[in-house]
C-alpha cells in the first residue's frame, strides 16, 4: 500500500510540473519576461531621474537595451551602458515569447516624462508580452509621469 501511495504522489508531481514544460506552456516563461521588461523600464526611468541624464531604450520584439546619454542636451545615448546593466539582461530566453506594441526608441527624460525620440512626449503605451499566441502580461507605461506599471 505504502509503494502504492508513493507511486501516485511522484505521478501526481510528473503531471504538475513536467507535464506542462514538456507541452510548450509559455505561461511561466512569458511572465518572466514580463517582469524583466517592467524592471528594465523602471530603471531606466529612475536612472534618468536620478542621473538627471536621458536614458535611451531601444527595443525590438525580444530585447530591451539601455544606455544613458552622457552629456546634458539632445544628441544620441551612443554605447554607454547603465552601471550594472549589461546588454542581454532583459532579453527573452525562450523561443515564441515575445513584446509587442513597445515603440522601438523610447527616451526617459531627467523630468520623469517618456518621448520617442522626435521630440514628441508619449501618452499611454500598452505593451503586451505574448507566449503560445496568447497575451499573458501588459505593461503600461504612462509618458507624462514615466509611469511602468
Do not use: W
Request: charged fraction near 20%; aromatic fraction near 4%; include cysteine.
Amino acid at each position: 500500500m505504502v509503494e502504492l501511495i508513493t507511486v501516485m504522489v511522484l505521478i501526481g508531481v510528473l503531471a504538475a510540473f513536467a507535464v506542462p514544460r514538456l507541452m510548450g506552456d509559455s505561461a511561466t516563461g512569458a511572465a518572466l519576461f514580463g517582469d524583466q521588461v517592467a524592471s528594465g523600464l523602471r530603471m531606466a526611468q529612475k536612472s534618468a531621474v536620478a542621473r538627471r541624464r536621458t536614458v535611451c531604450v531601444t527595443t525590438t520584439a525580444t530585447t530591451l537595451t539601455l544606455r544613458v546619454r552622457t552629456a546634458v542636451g539632445n544628441g544620441s545615448c551612443g554605447n554607454v551602458q547603465l552601471q550594472g546593466i549589461t546588454d542581454g539582461l532583459y532579453d527573452s530566453k525562450e523561443a515564441g515569447i515575445v513584446m509587442n506594441g513597445a515603440p522601438p526608441l523610447l527616451l526617459f527624460r531627467p523630468d520623469g516624462t517618456i518621448d520617442d525620440g522626435n521630440g514628441v512626449r508619449l501618452g499611454r503605451v500598452d505593451i503586451a508580452i505574448k507566449g503560445a499566441d496568447a497575451i499573458r502580461r501588459t505593461i503600461t507605461l504612462d509618458g507624462g509621469t514615466g509611469y511602468v506599471h
